[in-house]
């Protein structure tokens, strides 16, 4: 079966920088559409990021500028590296994989605090 393990996530002053990877098993991931969606407490969850099959990316207007997606076809993983992070960016951050269906993993929790 599919499995998108998601790891990287942390505490972080903000300013600071995190990895976050999701390691995909199950599925070709080559053939997948990646993305990353994030939940705040209290909040529905949020589109972040999404890499294409071709490599082509789009972001959240929130984020734009700040994370950057990327994917390793030879490691079915895909990252997300977050830099100049904000309190406003703590949140649990979902894998996603699509190809007519969405996969998701069971998240990793990002905490930006002082």
């Known amino acids: 079966q599919v499995q998108l393990v998601e790891s990287g996530g942390g505490l972080v002053q903000p300013g600071g920088s995190l990895r976050l990877s999701c390691a995909a098993s199950?599925?070709?991931?080559?053939?997948?559409?990646m993305a990353w969606y994030r939940q705040a407490p209290g909040k529905q969850r949020e589109w972040v990021a999404t890499?294409?099959?071709?490599?082509?990316?789009n972001y959240a207007g929130s984020v734009k500028g700040r994370f950057t997606i990327s994917r390793d076809n030879a490691k079915n993983t895909v990252y997300l590296r977050m830099n100049s992070l904000k309190p406003e960016d703590t949140a649990v951050y979902y894998c996603?994989?699509?190809?007519?269906?969405?996969?998701w993993g069971q998240g990793t929790q990002v905490t930006v605090s002082s």
């Open positions: 890499i294409a099959l071709g490599g082509s990316t």
């Open positions: 199950g599925l070709i991931f080559r053939a997948y559409t």
């Open positions: 996603n994989a699509f190809k007519g269906q969405d996969y």
